[in-house]
């Protein structure tokens, strides 16, 4: 009978949690005790047979079996506290009975001499708040190439791009304002590594008078031929993400696009052969400052679905300074981390 009235008392006190109205509560055959300054158990029956055998109940013994400490300034005993509405279930067997309320459970065990009462919760994981304002770093890796007169290079050309290699490298530091409900506006500075690595070893791309040339070396075995800039970029996007417009989470798509600049920090051409018949690897560096392009602009576009991003670039301007090397616009496409 113990584990029936802990139940009900229990169910009481989250009665009281709810601020429900005490008149709404308390019925015709309902029994009300006051204790402390302000405090009430609500004890509802339904029978007069259940209200005889209330009397012999010990509800003393009850509240000292359950070891709870009652706060002497309020004289109020809290038994669990609770914040919004939650879901009561009651499981009952021969020994034991069970009460859960949320992710707590009130467990009385009378299977022995003695009634053991316990009380669990599990973790719950806190409900993520979409915050109006963050910053954060993401990582972009992806592979370079560029379009001439709209098309990649024949692999003909000189200068045509090795994908694997021609590596598209950036750390950017982000600060994202939320605008609306999935929709936010991105602002990024950063450091973006372009290297274009050419598909023929046998060519080095050279600086003659200030000027870019693919100089054939049929003189030594050639291994790696490249040409890389880095970039101070700052660039903005407007990103909307459609799980959060559904209360979906990252369960939804993601699309973002905007424009970027940059200013060139550096830039040189590289490359590595074997002079022939046999020896080791040797390296030619040279800047290549004077024909690469000092600025860079663009569109940026981004897709995204769960925690994958993809991200492609398109430089509105050529790589090379007009009438210093071919008409050629960086393109990229890679993954955002």
């Not at 770093?137 to 007169?149: R, S, T």
């Not at 490359?271 to 390296?283: H, N, Q």
């Amino acid at each position: 009978m113990k584990k029936y009235l802990l139940a009900i008392l229990l169910l009481a006190l989250i009665q009281m949690a709810f601020g429900q109205d005490q008149g709404n509560q308390t019925k015709q055959d309902s029994v009300i005790v006051d204790f402390g300054r302000s405090g009430k158990i609500v004890i509802l029956v339904d029978n007069q047979a259940d209200f005889e055998r209330l009397k012999t109940l010990d509800v003393n013994q009850i509240i000292r079996e359950l070891n709870l400490e009652m706060d002497e300034k309020t004289g109020k005993l809290h038994v669990v506290e609770l914040k919004g509405k939650e879901i009561v279930t009651v499981r009952e067997d021969a020994q034991e009975t069970e009460v859960s309320v949320g992710r707590f459970r009130v467990i009385v065990d009378e299977g022995g001499d003695k009634t053991h009462v316990r009380v669990e919760s599990k973790d719950r994981k806190p409900k993520k708040v979409d915050p109006g304002f963050r910053t954060y770093f993401n990582f972009d890796l992806g592979i370079n190439n560029y379009l001439e007169d709209g098309n990649f290079p024949s692999g003909a050309s000189p200068y045509s791009v090795k994908g694997w290699g021609s590596w598209n490298v950036g750390l950017n530091w982000m600060a994202s304002q939320r605008v609306a409900k999935g929709a936010y506006w991105d602002f990024g500075l950063g450091v973006q590594w372009y290297n274009f690595k050419f598909e023929d070893t046998r060519f080095q791309a050279v600086n003659q008078d200030g000027n870019v040339a693919w100089v054939l070396r049929d003189d030594v075995a050639g291994f790696k031929s490249k040409v890389s800039a880095s970039y101070l970029t700052a660039q903005t996007l407007f990103r909307l993400d459609f799980g959060k417009m559904n209360d979906a989470g990252r369960n939804g798509l993601r699309v973002a696009a905007g424009p970027y600049a940059g200013y060139r920090l550096g830039g040189r051409s590289k490359y590595v052969y074997r002079d022939l018949p046999t020896s080791g690897r040797r390296r030619e560096k040279e800047s290549a400052g004077s024909y690469l392009n000092n600025l860079r602009y663009g569109v940026r576009g981004e897709v995204g679905f769960r925690s994958v991003t993809f991200f492609t670039t398109y430089d509105l301007n050529e790589l090379f300074l007009p009438g210093q090397g071919p008409s050629l616009n960086p393109i990229s496409f890679g993954l955002v981390f």
